[in-house]
C-alpha cells in the first residue's frame, strides 16, 4: 500500500498547524461560528444534532494495521469507543469536542491519515473497488491510478472551491463494486484492441435530490492521459456549473442540460488546449507509485483447498469469502452488521482486534467496502478457519454479505442536522424480521438502502428496495422504492406509492419479500431480476392491494 513521502507528510502538518489555529481562535470567540463553519468544513467537522462530526479521510479505502489502531484509539479517547464507516470509505466519529480537536489531528497525523477534502465544496476522498490488486477479475490495480488522483487532487488551488462537492471513483473489472455510474466522475480500467491500458470515463452520475446514472463522455482514455483528462472535465465543470441554487450544482445537473455530446464536446476542447501545459504525471511517478501497490510476498506454496466440515465454517465461506488471483489465497469480508447491530459501526476493542488480524493473517491491509463492511483482501485459505474463529468470538462473522440483512443506512435524524427521519432502527427493525440464516439464504441477495433525508447518503435509489424517510406533516414517515443497482447494470428506484409510518414500512418490506419468493422463477432469480421481469404492478399490489 501507499507510504507518505516527505511532500505528503509536510502537507498534512502545514494543514493541521493551520486548522489548529482556527480552532484555537474560534474557541477565544475570537471568529464565529457562521466564520468558522467553512473552515471547519474544509476539515472533515461538522456540527451535528448533538456534537461535532469528524470524518476521516480513507483514500480508495486501504488501511493498514497501525491505522486501524489508532482509529480506535480515537474512538476510544475522544469519541464514545466506536466509530462508523461510511459508504465513502471513510470513517465517522458522531461524538467529537472541538477543544481536543487539535489533538485529535495531531494523533491522526502520526499515521499518515487526515479529515481534510472529506467535506466541503471540493475534490472529495476518492473511492475504489475494496477487492482491488487482489480480485480474480481485475485486469490490473486499480488503486495507483486512485492515489495520483488523491495526490493531484489534494489542495488542488483551482478546485477548492466547486460549485459543489465532487466524488470520483475508480475500478479495474467489469464487476462494478464501487458504484462509479453513480458519481462525478466513475473511472473504468480497460484496455483497447492493442492491449493498451485505458480508462472508460463515466461522468454525471450522483444521488440526492435529483438522482441519475453518468453517461460514458469517451470510451478510452489512455492511462498516460486520465489525469489532463479529469483536469478538463473539472475546468467544464468549474466554469458552467451554477452557484445560485444548491439544488442544481452538481455537475450531473449541468451534463443533463448540455447533453452528453455538447458536454463531450467542451471537454475534449479544453482538454486540447491543456496540452501544452504537461498535466499528466510522468512515466517515472506512474512506476513509482505502481510500486508502492506491489504484491504480498504470497506462499507460493498455500494449499488452495479448504476443509469445509464445520458448517458455521462453510456457511460463513459461502458467503463472505470471494475468490482470489492468487492460488491458495481468498478474500474475506468483515460483517459490520451483526444481529441487532447498527450498519457500518465498530466498537474501539473491534478495530483493534482487526488491526491484530490483518498483521497476522492479511498483509497487514484491511479495506473499507462501499457497503460499509471490512475487508481482508490477502488471506491463505489455510488460515481462514482460524480468522472465522477470532471474528466470530468479537461478533465480526455474521455470514450475511449483499443478503437482507447486509443494510445500508446513513446516520439520519439520530445524529444529522439535515435528515426527516431515522435511518437506523428501520435497518434494525428488518433486519431482525429477516434474522433467521436460512431464510436470509432462500431470499437470496437483495441489496436495502435507507435514506434519512432526500440527499440520499444510504444511497436508497441505488437499492434494490429503497426507503427514503420524509417529513409528513411533522412525523417520520417512509417512502418504498424498487429497482434500484449500483453495480455494473446501474439503475435508479422509482416510487412505489404511498408512504408508510415506521411499522408500516418494516410490514411493507415484508410484503414485498413475501411476494417475491413466491413469483420469482427459479430458486436463484434475484429479487432485482424479478422485479425487472414482472415490473412495479404486482409488488404494488402485494404491498397496498
Not at 507518505?4 to 484555537?24: L, T
Not at 462508523?84 to 491519515?113: C, P
Not at 470520483?168 to 455510474?181: G, H, Y
Not at 435530490?209 to 483536469?231: A, H, M, N, W
Amino acid at each position: 500500500m501507499y507510504r507518505y513521502d516527505e511532500y505528503d507528510q509536510a502537507i498534512v502538518d502545514a494543514r493541521v498547524a493551520e486548522f489548529k489555529d482556527q480552532v484555537s481562535r474560534r474557541l477565544r470567540n475570537e471568529i464565529t461560528e457562521d466564520q468558522f463553519k467553512p473552515l471547519r468544513l474544509m476539515n472533515g467537522l461538522y456540527l451535528q444534532l448533538h456534537a461535532y462530526m469528524l470524518r476521516v479521510a480513507i483514500p480508495y479505502g486501504t488501511l493498514s494495521g497501525t491505522q486501524m489502531r489508532m482509529l480506535a484509539h480515537i474512538a476510544r479517547k475522544y469519541d464514545r469507543d466506536y466509530g462508523h464507516f461510511t459508504t465513502r470509505q471513510n470513517i465517522q466519529y458522531n461524538w467529537i469536542k472541538l477543544e481536543q480537536f487539535a489533538d485529535l489531528l495531531d494523533d491522526l497525523s502520526k499515521v499518515e491519515m487526515h479529515a481534510f477534502q472529506t467535506s466541503g465544496n471540493c475534490i472529495r476522498n476518492i473511492s475504489s473497488d475494496q477487492f482491488a490488486g487482489a480480485a480474480a477479475d481485475e485486469i490490473a490495480d486499480p488503486r495507483p491510478y486512485a492515489e495520483l488522483l488523491r495526490q493531484w487532487s489534494t489542495l488542488h488551488p483551482e478546485f477548492s472551491f466547486l460549485p459543489r462537492k465532487f466524488k470520483i471513483a475508480v475500478i479495474a473489472s467489469d464487476t462494478d463494486r464501487a458504484a462509479i455510474q453513480l458519481h462525478d466522475i466513475g473511472l473504468q480500467l480497460r484496455r483497447d484492441a492493442t492491449g493498451a491500458l485505458g480508462f472508460r470515463v463515466y461522468v454525471g452520475g450522483g444521488m440526492g435530490r435529483t438522482p441519475v446514472i453518468g453517461k460514458v463522455v469517451r470510451d478510452f482514455i489512455p492511462v498516460g492521459q486520465y489525469l489532463s483528462y479529469c483536469e478538463a472535465i473539472l475546468r467544464v465543470y468549474n466554469r458552467y456549473g451554477r452557484r445560485d441554487n444548491i439544488y442544481k450544482a452538481r455537475i450531473k445537473i449541468l451534463v443533463t442540460e448540455l447533453g452528453i455530446e455538447e458536454f463531450a464536446r467542451q471537454v475534449e476542447a479544453e482538454w486540447a488546449g491543456l496540452a501544452p501545459l504537461g498535466l499528466d504525471a510522468p512515466p517515472a511517478e506512474y512506476e513509482r507509485i505502481i510500486a508502492q501497490f506491489g504484491e504480498p510476498d504470497y506462499d507460493r506454496n498455500a494449499p488452495d483447498t479448504l476443509d469445509l466440515s464445520d458448517p458455521d465454517f462453510a456457511l460463513w465461506v459461502k458467503q463472505n469469502v470471494a475468490a482470489h488471483k492468487q492460488p491458495g489465497y481468498a478474500i474475506a469480508t468483515i460483517s459490520l452488521k451483526p444481529r441487532g447491530g447498527i450498519p457500518g459501526d465498530a466498537s474501539s476493542a473491534q478495530m483493534d482486534l482487526i488491526a491484530d488480524l490483518a498483521e497476522r493473517y492479511a498483509h497487514d491491509e484491511i479495506r473499507v467496502t462501499h457497503s460499509q463492511n471490512l475487508v481482508l483482501a490477502h488471506v491463505r485459505k489455510a488460515d481462514l478457519y482460524a480468522l472465522w474463529t477470532a471474528l466470530a468470538d468479537a461478533d465480526l462473522a455474521t455470514p450475511n454479505l449483499d443478503l437482507v440483512s447486509d443494510i445500508i443506512a446513513c446516520p439520519g435524524m439520530d445524529y444529522c442536522t439535515l435528515a426527516n427521519a431515522r435511518s437506523i432502527p428501520i435497518a434494525q427493525k428488518i433486519a431482525a424480521k429477516f434474522e433467521a440464516l436460512d431464510t436470509q439464504r432462500d431470499i437470496g441477495e437483495l441489496k436495502i438502502k435507507v435514506s434519512g433525508c432526500i440527499n440520499g447518503c444510504g444511497h436508497h435509489h441505488a437499492g434494490h428496495i429503497g426507503i427514503l424517510g420524509v417529513d409528513k406533516k411533522g412525523e417520520e414517515a417512509y417512502q418504498l422504492l424498487l429497482g434500484g443497482s449500483g453495480a455494473e447494470d446501474t439503475s435508479l428506484a422509482k416510487i412505489l406509492g404511498p408512504g408508510f409510518d415506521e411499522n408500516g414500512i418494516v410490514d411493507a418490506v415484508d410484503k414485498l419479500i413475501g411476494f417475491y419468493r413466491s413469483a420469482r422463477s427459479a430458486p436463484d432469480e434475484r429479487f432485482l431480476d424479478t422485479y425487472r421481469r414482472l415490473g412495479p404492478a404486482p409488488f404494488k399490489e402485494a404491498v397496498y392491494g
